[in-house]
């Protein structure tokens, strides 16, 4: 089975299982709103989640409901990201935004119940111990919030008012948060649910979630809408510092490539078993989307 095969089996049991999750909500516009959200995308945190419990001996079975909790947990992130009071976007995955479809508020309530509705998978008997089970929600909660992805948008409106380019020492911090800390509550989450060392997987995903956010920086400015599914651009309209405008095209290629080259080698202690998480990180900046 190729790479592409294996992220789009993952993708199914994910959908399939938020797709459960839903089934027996109020019939109300903001749960239609919420299915619209989780629709389409990737699903490349939660194949993070599944591939990285593969690895360590946990069943897909076990570990599919960590794997919708993080894919949840990112759908609200873009919900609110693509507000008008954010980044104000018309268009997400080849499609109106949810504010656009309906309007702010149920934009807004549709992304605090896919967050809320986040935690509640984790709480799936399925995940193990109670123990288990309360570390992958702690470890959620700070990756989604001030120290994590809520602190790097902070840190990203913040710097579209300081009236100066960030650094590339004050970028690379910010999307830690924004992008990174997402990525590596994912990549982490089978060791958690197999009672194993996190460290390997930790240094994985760490290079893995920055070489991701130089990859959509390069999008940004290389990519098709067709494509990527959303205006590009954006960043360069804005006057934002990125990597590709502080290192260059070139050289922000070459930083990603390094980048996914340390990925690999934080897993070669695995050997074999690590090969559908190599590929992800292969995948990383190959994408066009």
């Known amino acids: ?23 027996d909500k109020a019939d109300q516009p903001v749960t239609h709103a919420m299915g619209y959200a989780l629709r389409g995308g990737k699903r490349l945190r939660g194949f993070l989640v599944l591939e990285s419990a593969r690895m360590l001996g946990v069943t897909k079975g076990q570990a599919i409901s960590a794997a919708a909790a993080v894919e949840a947990l990112h759908a609200y ?4 990201d693509d507000l008008p009071c954010m ?20 934009a807004v309530l549709a992304g605090d119940a896919l967050q809320t509705l986040a935690f509640e998978l984790l709480c799936d008997p399925a995940l193990g ?7 992958l929600v702690a470890g959620l909660a700070k990756a989604s919030g001030i120290d994590g992805m809520v602190l790097g948008q902070a840190l ?21 948060g924004k992008t990174g800390a997402l ?5 982490e989450a089978g060791a958690v649910l197999a009672g194993a060392d996190p460290a390997p997987l930790r240094h994985y995903a760490a290079a893995l979630g920055l070489a991701f956010q130089i990859a959509d920086d390069i999008l940004d400015v290389t990519g098709d809408p067709a494509k990527t599914g959303k205006r590009v651009q954006k960043d360069a309209s804005a006057g934002k510092a990125t990597f590709v405008s502080l290192l260059g095209l070139d050289a922000a290629k070459a ?23 190599i590929d992800a990180a292969r995948f990383v900046i190959a994408r066009e989307s």
């Open 1 to 23: 089975m190729s790479f592409s095969e294996r992220l789009q089996a993952d993708a199914a049991l994910i959908e399939a299982r938020l797709g459960a999750a839903l089934k």
């Open 77 to 80: 992130s873009l919900v609110h």
């Open 87 to 106: 980044d104000d976007d018309d268009l997400r995955r080849g499609q109106p935004t949810v504010h656009r479809k309906w309007d702010e508020a149920t």
């Open 129 to 135: 111990s109670p123990e288990r089970r309360m570390a």
């Open 156 to 176: 990203d409106i913040a710097a579209e008012t300081a009236g100066r380019p960030l650094t590339l020492e004050e970028i690379t911090a910010l999307q830690a």
């Open 183 to 187: 990525i590596g509550f994912a990549a």
């Open 255 to 277: 930083r990603a490539a390094a980048l996914v080259a340390e990925a690999e080698a934080a897993l070669a202690g695995y050997g074999k078993a690590a090969a559908n998480l």
